[in-house]
Nanobody
């Protein structure tokens, strides 16, 4: 059974930091593009960041560029999202996702990601 499990969410004050983790099991994603998305209450799902299979390429939404860093450790089957200088607008459920093998393009389109985690809540207080 393929699983992506997020952890590391929580409540933090504005200006604070959190690090999210996404641990995979059931199949290897070491050759897959992976990404983070988020959904705030009453809003549509929003792309946050994506990373290539070998970490050579990353891409960020403008809203998080310079504050968030995506990374991965294929040996540990884990992807990370380091979030610094958090703002109340960053409050959302954050989900990790993976594209199927062979799809090497980083994309912001959530429909092109085949595997999803359940999400972890991040709440930033003002």
């Amino acid at each position: 059974q393929v699983q992506l499990v997020e952890s590391g969410g929580g409540l933090v004050q504005a200006g604070g930091s959190l690090r999210l983790s996404c641990t995979t099991s059931g199949r290897t994603f070491s050759s897959s593009v992976m990404g983070w998305f988020r959904r705030a209450p009453a809003k549509e799902r929003e792309f946050v960041a994506a990373i290539s299979w070998n970490s050579d390429n990353t891409y960020y939404a403008d809203s998080v560029k310079g504050r968030f860093t995506i990374s991965r450790d294929n040996a540990k089957n884990t992807m990370y999202l380091q979030m610094n200088s958090l703002k109340p607008d960053d409050t959302a459920v954050y989900s990790c996702a993976a594209r199927g093998s062979g799809n090497v393009l980083l994309t912001t389109n959530h429909n092109l990601y085949s595997y999803w985690g359940q999400g972890t809540q991040v709440t930033v207080s003002s």
